[in-house]
């Protein structure tokens, strides 16, 4: 089976708002498939679609082979789930909880001992596999319920924001474990709205706004759309001509904001040298100076070629 996830028209409506709006992918196995989107842009509604929390109202999901609606406990039987809020019990330890999820899944007792070890020792967790979760961090919890997923030793993964709001540390600990899955033949699918995480994870990304998927590529394509939004927010102590500036090298595009300028490069290192001569030359004193990375709504402006 090449195609781990398939995807044809799926759609939910809440009311008048279409949450997501008939969109058609396929994910293959031993991929890393990014889910990107602002907030609101339905990535939730699909992830919960796609691991049969909640039905569709139109369109066909197959996970592992499987019709999620028909056949849900064999679509269900292989994944694993981070979801955005987390399913861990506060008023039992860590390791009650992985004992909990090994037997809602029927693994053995030894083989869950085995794995809830390996998994917490694995996220730094198996020094607190005692203490009741009510007093975990956000990040502590965070990296449970990643454990709580793969205590099936699942071959495929749905994880929701999983490093929304961790330090660089819990993060990292999740990046790590997720990266090896790859090489296993096993498969992640994840959402964020982080550009830059999906595009150090990913193998390829689906970019959703509004219910509705602007683009399915690979990481690259959506780095080099990023780079070319780069831009510099820059303002002098006295007042300078528009056309001026639009004149220096390495200036793609200017906007006004207020007192200062958005300059658009793909450049930004030899833009920083231009202005800079640009306002010795003048005499003019340069007050801010600030290199700015495009906004995911940019970015998808800029990929579909829409401004709505
Ligand atoms: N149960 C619900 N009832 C009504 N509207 C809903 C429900 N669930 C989601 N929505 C709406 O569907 C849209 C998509 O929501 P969703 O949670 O999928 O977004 P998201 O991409 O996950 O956003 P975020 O980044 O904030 O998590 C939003 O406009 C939301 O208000
Ligand atoms: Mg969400």
């Given amino acids: 089976m090449k195609h781990v996830i398939q995807v044809q028209n799926l759609t939910k409506v809440y009311g008048k708002l279409k949450a997501v709006d008939h969109i058609n992918f396929e994910v293959e196995r031993g991929e890393i498939f990014g889910f990107l989107g602002p907030n609101g842009a ?39 789930v981070v979801p955005e809020t987390s399913n861990a019990y506060v008023d039992l330890s860590a390791w009650q909880n992985m004992m909990l999820m090994s ?31 009510k007093g975990f961090s956000k990040g502590m919890k965070q990296r449970l319920i990643l454990c709580m997923a793969l205590v099936n030793d699942p071959i495929l993964v749905f994880l929701d924001e999983p490093t929304s709001g961790l330090d660089v540390t819990s993060r990292q600990l999740i990046r790590e474990i997720l990266q090896e899955f790859p090489d296993q033949g096993k498969t992640i699918f994840l959402t964020t709205h982080n550009m830059d995480e999906a ?38 102590d006295k007042t300078v001509n528009n056309q ?11 906007r006004k904001k207020g007192d200062k300028f958005i300059v ?23 007050v801010t100076l600030k290199t700015r990375d495009p906004s995911l709504e940019e970015v998808f402006i800029e990929l579909t070629g829409t401004d709505r």
């Fill in 42 to 80: 339905g990535k939730t509604t699909t992830l919960r679609m796609l691991t049969g929390v909640i039905q569709s109202d139109e369109g066909i999901i197959n996970i592992l082979g499987f019709n999620i609606r028909k056949e849900p406990l064999k679509a269900k039987q292989n994944i694993g």
């Fill in 103 to 133: 037997e809602l899944y029927g693994i053995p007792k030894k083989d869950a001992e085995d794995r809830s070890e390996y998994l917490l020792n694995r996220l730094n967790l198996y020094h607190r596999r005692d203490d009741k979760v």
């Fill in 199 to 236: 595009n150090r994870l990913c193998d390829r990304v689906a970019i959703i706004n509004q219910g509705e998927i602007a683009a399915i590529d690979r990481p690259e394509k959506l780095k080099n759309t990023a780079k070319k939004l780069k831009s510099i927010e820059v303002s002098f």
């Fill in 244 to 254: 001026n500036l639009l004149e220096i090298s390495y200036v793609n595009e200017l």
């Fill in 264 to 286: 658009y490069t793909d450049n930004v290192n030899s833009l920083i040298y231009s202005l800079t001569d640009f306002a010795k030359a003048r005499g003019l004193e340069i």
